[in-house]
Nanobody, 127 residues
Framework: QVQLVESGGGLVQAGGSLRLSCAASGRTFSSYRMGWFRQAPGKQREFVAAISSSGGNTYYAGSVKGRFTISRDNAKNTVYLQMNSLKPEDTAVYRC????????????????????WGQGTQVTVSS
């Protein structure tokens, strides 16, 4: 069983930055592919970013590419999401997810591939 705990959310003005963290329990974090998803009120959950188990490959949704950066520190069992140039439309609950099958980026946008999920952290961007 893997537990994921997100932190770092909050209220920020448009154009500002936040860094989300997701701390994972367990000894096999380095073998997991990790992803970030978000869900705004009244909208479906959407993919934000993913990183391969090794950290060597990343993939982003078009809406955040160039503004967000996903990274991981396997020694700390933590994955990060650096969010810059935030926009009001980035307002959502952000959740990290772990795919225990690991691997690269193929299929990383599919939420059904992830078997562990955090509770989420709220990000609110004011205009």
């Amino acid at each position: 069983q893997v537990q994921l705990v997100e932190s770092g959310g909050g209220l920020v003005q448009a154009g500002g930055s936040l860094r989300l963290s997701c701390a994972a329990s367990g000894r096999t974090f380095s073998s997991y592919r990790m992803g970030w998803f978000r869900q705004a009120p009244g909208k479906q959950r959407e993919f934000v970013a993913a990183i391969s188990s090794s950290g060597g490959n990343t993939y982003y949704a078009g809406s955040v590419k160039g503004r967000f950066t996903i990274s991981r520190d396997n020694a700390k069992n933590t994955v990060y999401l650096q969010m810059n140039s935030l926009k009001p439309e980035d307002t959502a609950v952000y959740r990290c997810a772990a795919d225990s099958r690991g691997g690269g980026i193929f299929g990383a946008t599919d939420s059904f591939r992830y078997d562990y999920w955090g509770q989420g952290t709220q990000v609110t961007v004011s205009s």
